[in-house]
């Protein structure tokens, strides 16, 4: 079976794994901040906060931010509904703003629509879809005049690159950048993710959220009659200084993190590698294109979404994929608009206003990509739409 995309795991990496299970401790040690560090001056950030997920990271991102109560953060609805949900999490509210045809990004035209006539709005999260970086640039000039904060949603970009060279994650743009790190991603902790920030604010808040809200770094304590004894602060004391979560990673993701990092260049100019392929042999199709038909050099890669008129083609997505899977190879739709799930319609969403992201749903098929891909699995990738599609 070929499937949509697997995780690239090598030698190295099991041993780093099984090094840190042999000798070294297993969580809440120095392999994080190791691997933390690394992190931080690849995307050529000051700080970087691992942690379990980027769900998490993204919740911890938006609590961090200190947003009035029933604050409205933009986002898009062609995402993961994790991206959303972090909003929930928070107690604020998602407003969802249609994408641009040729990027599947968040139209930034339409977020400055937005914020103009909606008051209640205090932050964006754009989401860099398919590791595609959105126009940060714009997004910026947008929000100079506002009080409006940014996250940028990397869960798709970790190793892609801003047209001005900056890595995503550098937070040039933005306040705080999330990435995730699922075995799919352009590399692996199994699971996890991680926040970077430029502010030391943020960053000493993220630490002691992701960890029940208990003092950190030199967080001064807040009860100096329980913390000290006769002048001299007792070696047992902490302080839950505000409601946190349990949102760390391991030492053990952290290593594996940590290896996986060392040849994340090569796995991103794979997966760019393959992604070229893609498109070269698309481009002669009369049924199927790329949904990102823009110079996407800069990409991460993380899927290949292609967009088929499959009321051109006599044959439905449901049966394409039935039939693809039938000769042993794998395939997934990015994403179901999240306004259309159920628990979105109940709180009444609905997606009569985004009408590129409905065109993009009811076209799209994400075809397989990762670095181990053959040459010759792709090409019977390609062989077996267009015998189905023709």
Same mark, same amino acid.
């Given at each position: 079976?070929?499937?949509?995309?697997?995780?690239?795991?090598?030698?190295?990496?099991?041993?780093?794994?099984?090094?840190? =299970?042999?000798?070294?401790?297993?969580?809440?040690?120095?392999?994080?901040?190791?691997?933390?560090?690394?992190?931080?001056?690849?995307?050529?950030?000051?700080?970087?906060?691992?942690?379990?997920?980027?769900?998490?990271?993204?919740?911890?991102?938006?609590?961090?931010?200190?947003?009035?109560?029933?604050?409205?953060?933009?986002?898009?609805?062609?995402?993961?509904?994790?991206?959303?949900?972090?909003?929930?999490?928070?107690?604020?509210?998602?407003?969802?703003?249609?994408?641009?045809?040729?990027?599947? /990004?968040?139209?930034?035209?339409?977020?400055?629509?937005?914020?103009?006539? /909606?008051?209640?709005?205090?932050?964006?999260?754009?989401?860099?879809? #398919?590791?595609?970086?959105?126009?940060?640039?714009?997004?910026?000039?947008?929000? #100079?005049?506002?009080?409006?904060?940014?996250?940028?949603?990397?869960?798709?970009?970790?190793?892609?690159?801003?047209?001005?060279?900056?890595?995503?994650?550098?937070?040039?743009?933005?306040?705080?950048?999330?990435?995730?790190?699922?075995?799919?991603?352009?590399?692996?902790?199994?699971?996890?993710?991680?926040?970077?920030?430029?502010?030391?604010?943020?960053?000493?808040?993220?630490?002691?959220?992701?960890?029940?809200?208990?003092?950190? =770094?030199?967080?001064?304590?807040?009860?100096?009659v329980l913390s000290s004894t006769n002048g001299i602060t007792n070696p047992w004391y902490y302080e839950m200084q505000e409601?946190?979560?349990?949102?760390?990673?391991?030492?053990?993701?952290? #290593?594996?993190?940590?290896?996986?990092?060392?040849?994340?260049?090569?796995?991103?100019?794979?997966?760019?590698?393959?992604?070229?392929?893609?498109?070269?042999?698309?481009?002669?199709?009369?049924?199927?294109?790329?949904?990102?038909?823009?110079?996407?050099?800069?990409?991460?890669?993380?899927?290949?979404?292609?967009?088929?008129?499959?009321?051109?083609?006599?044959?439905?997505? #449901?049966?394409?994929?039935?039939?693809?899977?039938?000769?042993?190879?794998?395939?997934?739709?990015?994403?179901?608009?999240?306004?259309?799930?159920?628990?979105?319609?109940? =709180?009444?969403?609905?997606?009569?206003?985004?009408?590129?992201?409905?065109?993009?749903?009811?076209?799209?098929?994400?075809?397989?990509?990762?670095?181990?891909?053959?040459?010759?699995?792709?090409?019977?990738?390609?062989?077996?739409?267009?015998?189905?599609?023709?």
């Open positions: 079976m070929i499937p949509y995309s697997r995780q690239t795991i090598n030698l190295f990496d099991v041993l780093s794994v099984s090094k840190q =299970l042999a000798f070294k401790s297993l969580t809440q040690g120095a392999k994080i901040e190791e691997f933390e560090e690394q992190v931080a001056g690849y995307v050529g950030a000051k700080y970087a906060i691992a942690v379990s997920s980027a769900t998490a990271g993204l919740h911890l991102a938006v609590i961090a931010l200190e947003l009035p109560v029933d604050s409205e953060i933009i986002t898009s609805p062609i995402s993961f509904v994790a991206s959303s949900n972090a909003i929930l999490y928070s107690g604020h509210r998602p407003i969802f703003v249609d994408v641009e045809r040729d990027t599947i /990004n968040v139209d930034v035209s339409l977020i400055a629509q937005e914020i103009s006539l /909606n008051q209640k709005v205090r932050a964006v999260i754009p989401v860099h879809f #398919a590791g595609l970086p959105c126009n940060m640039r714009k997004l910026s000039e947008v929000l #100079a005049t506002k009080e409006v904060k940014v996250i940028e949603d990397a869960a798709h970009a970790f190793g892609a690159t801003y047209p001005n060279g900056a890595k995503v994650g550098s937070c040039e743009h933005s306040d705080m950048t999330v990435f995730s790190f699922h075995p799919v991603k352009s590399m692996t902790t199994g699971e996890g993710g991680i926040i970077t920030t430029n502010s030391i604010e943020l960053y000493r808040r993220l630490l002691r959220l992701r960890s029940h809200g208990i003092n950190k =770094l030199d967080d001064s304590f807040e009860s100096h409601l946190g979560y349990n949102y760390r990673l391991t030492e053990i993701q952290a #290593a594996l993190g940590i290896s996986q990092l060392q040849r994340i260049n090569s796995l991103i100019k794979q997966r760019n590698d393959k992604a070229k392929l893609y498109k070269q042999y698309f481009s002669k199709s009369r049924f199927v294109r790329p949904a990102q038909s823009v110079d996407n050099e800069l990409s991460a890669h993380h899927i290949f979404p292609v967009r088929i008129n499959f009321s051109s083609t006599g044959i439905s997505r #449901a049966k394409l994929m039935n039939g693809l899977k039938s000769r042993g190879i794998g395939s997934q739709v990015h994403y179901i608009p999240i306004p259309m799930h159920p628990f979105y319609q109940k =709180l009444g969403y609905k997606m009569d206003n985004l009408p590129e992201s409905l065109s993009y749903y009811f076209e799209s098929l994400s075809i397989p990509l990762y670095p181990r891909l053959k040459r010759t699995q792709q090409l019977k990738v390609i062989k077996a739409i267009n015998s189905f599609l023709e």
